[in-house]
Nanobody, 126 residues
Framework: EVDLVESGGGLVQAGGSLRLSCAAS????????IGWFRQAPGKEREGLSC????????YYADSVKGRFTMSSDNAKNTMYLQMNALKPEDTAVYYC???????????????????WGQGTQVTVSS
């Protein structure tokens, strides 16, 4: 059974940093596209970053490129999202996700996802 559990969210001032973690179980990262997306109240889901199977390619949304870094520790089956230079518009619930059937990691990876966690709230104050 696939399970994803996010942690690390919280309240931070603009310009600050947070690192989100996602503990995964029930699958191997090499066999899945993994990534992060977020959703703010009243807004559409936004795909932030993903890594393709076997980590052959990676995608970042323009809105976070240069500020956010996605990484993973296969030995711990944990993925991370390091978020720097946070802005108030980054306030949202952040989710980690995984899908075994996606053929690649791209800007549309979040349109269809097989598995995602319960989310962790990130609030950036101005």
């Amino acid at each position: 059974e696939v399970d994803l559990v996010e942690s690390g969210g919280g309240l931070v001032q603009a310009g600050g940093s947070l690192r989100l973690s996602c503990a995964a179980s029930g699958f191997t990262f090499d066999d899945y596209v993994i990534g992060w997306f977020r959703q703010a109240p009243g807004k559409e889901r936004e795909g932030l970053s993903c890594v393709s199977k076997s980590a052959s390619s990676q995608y970042y949304a323009d809105s976070v490129k240069g500020r956010f870094t996605m990484s993973s520790d296969n030995a711990k089956n944990t993925m991370y999202l390091q978020m720097n230079a946070l802005k108030p518009e980054d306030t949202a619930v952040y989710y980690c996700a995984a899908d075994p059937l996606l053929s690649s990691c791209s800007s549309t990876f979040y349109y269809r996802l097989a598995f995602w966690g319960q989310g962790t709230q990130v609030t950036v104050s101005s």
